[in-house]
């Protein structure tokens, strides 16, 4: 069992629809990052959260400590948030991230 | 530089040769990371660098991975005599400080292919 489930893996989506993105980890965190890597390769990070809630434009992240899990929300979905989305914890000891395997999003116009 | 700088953005090489890659991390950054992205699978965790603090090494493979961070500034990967399974897409970040919700920088990675 990873230490960081993402699920789904893929997720297709109608352009406008409401997305979630799950991830569930077995770890102590004093941190939960979520990436997007774009189609080309590259990485961004979107939100790094250790409580509650965070909001960037369509994109909100929540995250439970109790229940050891995070979810990502994209809000009136686009094509161009078509993307891997990753979420990466970090351990409370030491400095590593351990990442999810990834949810691959595929949005339609 | 404007963002995380890495070179080269792609590498061939033959089996049994030593590769070097390069990370320049955004200026003024004391947290450096390098990870490894396998194909169809996962990032996967290889060092990390804080100021000059001695580095975690927990993540790296085997002992034909190495890395330096000369002046608190640039790193350099260093893997040698790749094997096939050394194949992969190197990835560095860094982030103004270690604490745990600091933002990561990436960059756009070196693709290592190991023939």
């Given amino acids: 069992k990873n230490e960081v489930e993402q699920s789904p893996q893929n997720l297709t989506a109608q352009e406008g629809e409401f997305i979630t993105i799950n991830c569930s980890y077995s770890v102590g965190i004093s941190a939960l990052h979520w990436l997007q890597q774009h189609p080309g390769g590259g990485i961004v990070s979107l939100f790094m959260l250790s409580s509650g809630k965070k909001k960037h434009g369509r994109l909100i992240a929540t995250i439970n400590i109790q229940e050891k899990h995070s979810s990502l929300h994209i809000t009136a979905s686009h094509p161009r948030d078509s993307a891997v989305y990753i979420c990466a914890a970090k351990e409370t000891s030491g400095s590593r991230l351990t990442f999810g395997e990834g949810t691959q999003l595929t949005v339609n116009p | ?115």
């Fill in chain 2, 1 to 115: 530089g404007a963002g995380v700088s890495q070179s080269p953005s792609n590498k061939v090489t033959e089996k049994g040769k030593d590769v070097e890659l390069r990370c320049d991390p955004i200026s003024g950054h004391t947290a450096l990371y390098w990870y490894r992205q396998s194909l169809g699978q996962g990032l996967e965790f290889l060092i990390y660098f804080q100021g000059n603090s001695a580095p975690d090494k927990s993540g790296l493979p085997s002992d034909r991975f190495s890395a330096e961070r000369t002046g608190g500034s640039v790193s350099t990967l260093t893997i040698q005599r790749t094997q096939q399974e050394d194949s992969a897409v190197y990835l560095c970040a860094s982030s103004l400080t270690r604490q745990a919700n600091e933002k990561l920088f990436f960059g756009s990675g070196t693709q290592l292919s190991v023939l």
